[in-house]
């Protein structure tokens, strides 16, 4: 199983990405799926997640920011952030939990500067 994310770059405050992770390889089953953020010399805390059963939630920081959901047909995962901040730069990885194991993606870097 592999976890690919994408979306991330270089936005200005105030302004929108999306990030998308899709998993691959032989998968049965996808229960939680999630976004993580480390900034630089701080440890990795969750953003948001959301189960099978479309229930969420989020960091503080982001609610009403930012929007987690998912396609399970596409077994994808997305992080709608607005109204960013710099202090959401960070590297943001994916988790799920796949056929009962924890995977993690290689991370995507976000930097909120203007």
């Known amino acids: 199983v592999q976890l690919q994310a994408s979306g991330g770059g270089l936005v200005q405050p105030g302004g929108s990405l999306r990030l998308s992770c899709t998993a691959s390889?032989?998968?049965?089953?996808?229960?939680?799926m999630g976004w993580y953020r480390q900034a630089p010399g701080k440890q990795r805390d969750l953003v948001a997640d959301?189960?099978?059963?479309?229930?969420?939630r989020y960091a503080d920081t982001v609610k009403g920011r930012f929007t987690i959901s998912r396609d399970n047909a596409k077994k994808t995962v997305y992080l709608q952030m607005g109204s960013l901040k710099p202090e959401d730069t960070a590297v943001y990885y994916c988790?799920?939990?796949?056929?009962?194991?924890?995977?993690w993606g290689q991370g995507t870097l976000v930097t909120v500067s203007s």
């Open positions: 390889g032989s998968i049965f089953s996808i229960d939680v």
């Open positions: 959301i189960t099978s059963g479309a229930r969420t």
């Open positions: 988790l799920m939990e796949v056929n009962t194991n924890a995977y």
